[in-house]
């Protein structure tokens, strides 16, 4: 299961489990993340969960900027389009999200620590 961890201040605040599907992001109430920040658009970004082409039991998770005004950032990098994996870190105005992937293999995360 893919899961984004919201961080706050360094410490995961709460989870939300991905489906496969659209997921959008924005200030909107129409959003299915809705963030409370000026700095975030109406229709900000969205993330996209489809089956693997490889292996069809996971998924792929891909994150799309909509034009933001702000910009959507992974790994403090701004995208418009990118590919996401486990342990990547996004950014959208002030909120910050972190992608879990239980089928990662790579372990699992308690806390989130700041890269340095």
Same mark, same amino acid.
């Given at each position: 299961? +893919?899961?984004?961890? @919201? #961080? /706050?201040?360094?410490? +995961?605040?709460?989870?939300? =489990? ?6 959008? +992001?924005? !200030?909107? @109430? ?9 700095? /975030?658009?109406?229709? @900000?970004? #969205? ?14 998770? &891909?994150?799309? =900027?909509?034009?933001? &005004?702000?910009?959507?950032? /992974?790994?403090? $990098?701004?995208? %418009?389009?990118?590919?996401? !994996? @486990?342990?990547?870190? +996004? !950014?959208?105005?002030?909120? *910050?999200?972190? /992608?879990?992937?239980? $089928?990662?293999?790579?372990? &699992?995360? &308690? *806390?989130? #620590?700041? %890269?340095?």
């Amino acid at each position: 299961m +893919i899961k984004l961890k @919201h #961080i /706050v201040h360094g410490a +995961i605040v709460s989870e939300i =489990d991905m489906d496969e599907g659209a997921f959008s +992001i924005g !200030r909107n @109430h129409d959003n299915d993340l809705q963030l409370d920040d000026g700095v /975030v658009s109406g229709k @900000h970004a #969205i993330l996209t969960l489809a089956a693997s082409e490889f292996l069809p039991e996971q998924l792929d998770i &891909t994150i799309k =900027d909509l034009g933001s &005004t702000n910009g959507t950032y /992974v790994n403090g $990098q701004a995208i %418009e389009k990118k590919s996401l !994996r @486990h342990g990547d870190l +996004i !950014r959208i105005g002030t909120y *910050e999200y972190k /992608v879990y992937d239980d $089928q990662s293999h790579v372990g &699992t995360q &308690t *806390e989130y #620590i700041p %890269e340095q």
